[in-house]
């Protein structure tokens, strides 16, 4: 038996598994949100502050996704369900949402460290979505077919904003992506050669395929004499990765390498990119890849 770290929007969720039965957490076969980005990490008291969601489908085949957000503040635990049952109000407004820390977020913090907390709890469904305040999950989700809250409809976490002043954390910036070496730009979709099996190790050399990506020096902040620690996590829709995640070396880069089987009938590849600091920085991106 082994133990399986995912990472969802902030949230950390630790699963026990065996490495047998269970899918590795870098393959995306069902509905996910693989994270949620907040344009300033650290906010003061008043700010308003900015949510981007990378939402993951890739077996939906393009079917609508309802988004619900709703705020915590201070609610005295790291853990999950207790920013969920005191959440008063959750709304829809798609994969963005903007939440304006309250101007009363440090009062009663202690002066020699004046730190709160927004949390930010959110819900994907693909079917009906409905708030459930005060209940242990921000929402219930019912699919076409009536089945209640299904792993492949329905997804939750949380994303934490820390709230203080005077001290800032900056997002993670991405400089490039490669393919085999070349330029892979977000808008482009490549053809990639085919394995013949979902194993890196047993792919023919030409249908294993290096992923570089490239984050900033800037990107590795200092503060108080401390190095952040920032990592990359690559996700794909089908086959295997070599890696599923890689720390930047002195120069920015890190790399994995993909082996795509072909697929059982024509569509295009996902390949999911997020950058992670250790104080609630990220940054992510994604690229499209047609199989032959």
Known sequence: MSARLILS????????????TFPPASLVDSLRVL????????AEPGETVHLEALIADPLGEGRAISVGWGTCVNSGSSELPACASAVSSFQTSGSSFDVTVPSTALDGA??????????????????????????????????????????ATFVWGEKRITVLRGL?????????????????????ERTLKACDVKSVSGCAVEGQHGLQLDVTKES????????????????????ELRDEFARPDADGATLTVVALDKPDRARSELLWFVVRDDRGGVSFTSRRARIE
Do not use: M
């Open 9 to 20: 929007g902030g949230a950390l969720f630790l699963l026990a598994c065996d490495a047998n």
């Open 35 to 42: 994270a949620v980005q907040a344009d300033k990490p650290f």
């Open 110 to 151: 202690p002066a020699d460290a004046p730190i709160g907390s927004v949390g930010v709890v959110f819900a994907a469904c693909a079917g009906t979505l409905t708030p459930t305040p005060h209940a242990l999950a921000p929402a219930t989700c019912v699919d076409a077919s009536g089945r209640t809250n299904d792993r």
């Open 168 to 188: 800032r954390n900056a997002n993670p910036v991405i400089a490039r992506l490669r393919v085999d070496g070349l330029i892979w730009p977000e808008t482009e």
């Open 220 to 239: 590795v902040e200092t503060y108080f004499g401390q190095t952040e620690d920032v990592v990359v996590f690559f996700f794909t829709s089908q086959g």
